[in-house]
C-alpha cells in the first residue's frame, strides 16, 4: 500500500494547486498542506516553492517524483497480484507508426504464448504515451523519436530507415537531393510530439532550417490522409519504412532521399524505473 503522504504528493505533482488537490483527494487544503510539510519534515528538504504565485517542484521534489511514480505503480501492481489469481494483462502503448505497421506480431506472439492473456493497446504520439506511462495508466510502451532516456528504463527494439516520399511522377522521384531542393515543395507533416515529426525536425535542425523552411506546411495526424495526399502530388513527405512499405510496392509512391544523410530512427521499449513487474513483458523483448 502507497503511504498516503505519496500519494497526496503525486496528486499535487499532477495538480500545481493546493486547493484543486484537496477537491480530488476529497479532503481539506489544510490536510493536504499537512502532507507536504510531514514529507519535507521526513526527508528534510523543500519539495516545493512558489514563484510568485505559481507552485514549482524543487529539485529535490523532482527526484521525489519519478521514485513516487514507480512507487505508486508497484503498489497498485501488487495489490492487483495478490487479491485473486487473474489472467496476465498488459497495457500496452505505442506510437502511430508502431500501432498501426509493427505491433500485431507481437501481440499475436505473446497471446499464442499466453492464451488467457490480455492486451490492452494504447496509439498515440510519443510525448502522449510517456506521460501516461507516468501516471500509471500504461505498464510500458514502444515509442519512436526523442526522450530523455535518464527518466525511463529502455531497451532498443530495432531501428527503421526514414526517408522522402512523393507521387512516382513528381521531380524528386528515385533520387537523392540536396536539402534545399525539397524547401520548395508542399510538406505533409505529423503533429507536434510525434516521433515521425522529431526526427525530421532533428534532421532539419543539422541543417539549420525549420518546418518554416519549407514553402508550405500541412499538418495532419492520420497516415491514411498523408499517403493518400502524396499519391494525389498534393505534397511531399518523410516516412518510415514500414508505413509506406506496400504503396512502394504497388508503384503509388515513390522514395526520394536527402544528400549527406542517411536518415533512420530507433524504437524503444520503456517503462519505469524500479518497475518491479518488468518481467511480465520479457516474452516482447525476445
Known amino acids: 500500500m502507497l503511504d498516503p503522504k505519496l ?24 490536510a493536504v498542506t499537512h502532507q507536504i510539510r510531514a514529507l519535507e519534515e521526513h526527508y ?36 492487483q497480484a495478490m487479491a ?12 502511430k507508426t ?32 510517456l506521460r501516461a506511462l507516468e501516471e500509471g495508466r500504461l505498464d510500458f510502451a514502444l515509442v ?11 531497451r532498443l527494439y530495432r531501428r527503421e530507415s526514414f526517408f522522402g516520399v ?6 524528386l522521384a528515385g533520387r537523392t537531393v540536396p536539402l534545399a531542393e525539397v524547401l520548395g515543395e508542399r510538406l505533409l507533416v505529423r503533429e507536434a510530439g510525434s516521433g515521425t515529426r522529431a526526427i ?26 498523408i499517403k493518400a495526399l502524396v499519391v494525389e502530388n ?4 518523410f516516412l518510415y519504412a514500414p508505413v509506406v512499405e506496400r504503396e512502394l510496392a504497388a508503384g503509388k509512391l515513390a522514395r526520394f532521399d536527402l544528400a549527406g544523410q542517411a536518415l533512420s530512427g530507433a524504437f524503444h521499449f520503456v517503462w519505469l524505473r524500479d518497475n518491479l513487474f518488468a518481467g511480465e513483458w520479457e516474452d516482447w523483448m525476445a
Not at 486547493?19 to 489544510?30: D, G, H, K, W
Not at 519512436?144 to 527518466?151: A, L, Q
Open 7 to 30: 500519494h497526496t504528493f503525486l496528486v499535487l505533482c499532477e495538480t500545481m494547486h493546493y486547493t484543486r488537490a484537496a477537491q480530488r483527494l476529497c479532503v481539506t487544503q489544510p
Open 44 to 79: 528534510g528538504c523543500r519539495l516545493f516553492s512558489y514563484e510568485g504565485k505559481t507552485l514549482r517542484l524543487t529539485e529535490a521534489g523532482v527526484r521525489l517524483r519519478e521514485m513516487a511514480r514507480s512507487l505508486a505503480y508497484n503498489s497498485r501492481k501488487m495489490e
Open 84 to 95: 485473486v489469481p487473474a489472467p496476465r494483462i498488459l497495457r500496452v502503448g505505442a506510437t
Open 98 to 129: 508502431i500501432g498501426e505497421f509493427v505491433i500485431a506480431p507481437l501481440i499475436s506472439r505473446f497471446l499464442r504464448r499466453h492464451p488467457e492473456g490480455t492486451v490492452s493497446l494504447t496509439v498515440e504520439n510519443t510525448r502522449a504515451l
Open 144 to 154: 519512436e523519436g526523442f526522450f530523455d532516456r535518464e527518466r525511463y528504463a529502455v
Open 166 to 171: 512523393c507521387a512516382p511522377e513528381h521531380p
Open 200 to 225: 525530421l525536425e532533428a534532421a532539419l535542425r543539422q541543417n539549420h532550417c525549420t518546418l518554416r523552411s519549407f514553402s508550405g506546411v500541412v499538418e495532419i495526424s492520420d497516415f491514411s490522409t
Open 234 to 237: 498534393l505534397g511531399v513527405s
